[in-house]
């Protein structure tokens, strides 16, 4: 019916234009309209309305087109679902690998409101209940893998998701108790502005049992680091950073200095704790017990000036002075007799000590009464006018490797001297 319609409109626009062209109008303008009705022509309606009010449908064509897009959803459904199959079995497979190491491992979930982590947080705030319970808190991955390392006895351990428990070596903490808390728990109970996700509670390690690397213990020279009422904690955890740096064979703290296991202590060190021996809270009577008998025992001094330029052409020792009063004092007089010496001349030429001491008070008599007894010296390093005296750690830097320097130069000696024995 559609194809007679067309071609009787189409007689009858024919028709129109030959009578139009012989009266003389456009012929241009005939053929554009004859073409919109052609163009009008092939437009199919989409359905028919009877006057009963039935309807039908005559594009079958779309119905076709809407049952082949059907099957290419369907189709493309298929496919996705096949791919996350493929992806879902890569997942298991890829936890069935995990699962043998996991399975092991059993940890606990805190439950909303637990104050497990606030109980326990409290050993990091406060030094008598570390010392009364005898318990430490090490905070980030790093610390507590190389205090697990060094073979300290973990006890709980806090963890924020499964995959920073899984960075921790798992064989290790069997005996621990692992306790999963919401990260928003931990960040109120941490010290870090970003904490790491795990927080572990391990027993006071003691450094007469602990295991330190082999490569740190290979290359330590014969020089030990005495710490002397060093009270700020941000200078004695660097200190013991740079004792662990310079190849120090153990540092001794006496009962002035701030306690060796505070966290701020534990952040500026850096994990030297477990990278050399540290002895904390030792009275003077037990230091000598951690010593060599042939030892020196040097301390550092900050408040001996350089000597002018006259007085530096005369070479002697005796020119130097201390930046305190120059009347004498009964007290003052009591003090032992040591002599300066700059830091960069010869100090360390066997088993020697350094004693550093801190900002506040300075050095102990009994520190310096052990320097007087084993020939010691006061050293000191050289600044320039109206400075400033240089920090703790700063000083301890600069004096414990000029004195590793020293040490190697005197075995680099020692070996040659042997060798030429042995050759002759």
Same mark, same amino acid.
């Given at each position: ?41 092939? *437009?199919?309606? %989409? ?124 064989? *290790? ?47 330590? %020279?014969?020089?030990?680091?005495? /710490? ?13 950073? /740079? ?52 030892? %020196? ?12 330029? $006259? ?41 020697? $000590? ?71």
């Amino acid at each position: 019916m559609a194809a007679l319609m067309y071609n009787v409109s189409r007689g009858f626009v024919i028709f129109r234009e030959r009578s139009l062209l012989l009266r003389g109008h456009n012929i241009h303008r005939i053929l554009v309209d004859s073409r919109r009705c052609v163009r009008a022509l092939r *437009r199919r309606p %989409v359905a028919v309305l009877y006057p009963d009010g039935e309807r039908e449908r005559l594009i079958k064509s779309n119905e076709a087109g809407d049952k082949m897009n059907h099957q290419k959803d369907k189709q493309r459904e298929r496919v996705s679902e096949k791919a996350g199959r493929q992806q879902w079995r890569g997942h298991v497979s890829e936890c069935a690998e995990e699962s043998p190491r996991m399975k092991q491992t059993r940890f606990e979930k805190a439950p909303a409101g637990d104050n497990t982590l606030a109980r326990v947080a409290s050993v990091a705030r406060s030094r008598v209940f570390r010392d009364k319970e005898g318990k430490v808190l090490l905070e980030g991955r790093r610390l507590i893998c190389d205090a697990l390392c060094a073979g300290a006895s973990p006890q709980m351990l806090f963890f924020s998701s499964v995959q920073r428990l899984q960075e921790l070596p798992l064989d *290790r903490l069997q005996q621990a108790k692992l306790i999963k808390v919401r990260y928003e728990d931990m960040k109120t109970w941490s010290d870090l502005v970003t904490p790491q996700g795990v927080i572990a509670i391990f027993s006071k390690p003691d450094a007469s049992h602990l295991v330190f690397p082999k490569d740190t213990r290979l290359q330590s %020279v014969p020089l030990f680091l005495l /710490c002397d009422n060093i009270r700020d904690a941000g200078n004695l955890g660097t200190i013991l950073r /740079c004792a662990a740096a310079a190849g120090c064979e153990r540092v001794l703290l006496t009962k002035g200095c701030v306690d060796a296991w505070e966290p701020k202590v534990l952040r500026a060190a850096m994990g030297a704790h477990f990278r050399l021996p540290v002895f904390p809270n030792l009275d003077w009577d037990e230091i000598s017990k951690h010593l060599p008998k042939d030892v %020196v025992v040097h301390v550092a001094d900050n408040s001996v000036k350089a000597p002018v330029p $006259a007085q530096a052409e005369k070479g002697s020792s005796d020119d130097y002075s201390e930046s305190d009063s120059d009347e004498e004092s009964d007290d003052e007089l009591s003090l032992p007799c040591l002599k300066p010496q700059v830091y960069y001349e010869s100090w360390a030429q066997r088993s020697t $000590a350094l004693v550093i001491g801190g900002e506040t008070h300075g050095l102990s008599l009994e520190a310096q009464r052990l320097a007087e007894e084993t020939e010691g010296k006061k050293l000191f390093v050289p600044m320039a006018p109206g400075v400033e005296s240089l920090n703790a750690a700063m000083a301890a830097s600069i004096l414990l490797f000029e004195g590793r320097r020293q040490l190697l130069h005197m075995l680099d000696k020692t070996r040659r001297r042997t060798r030429s024995k042995i050759f002759k």
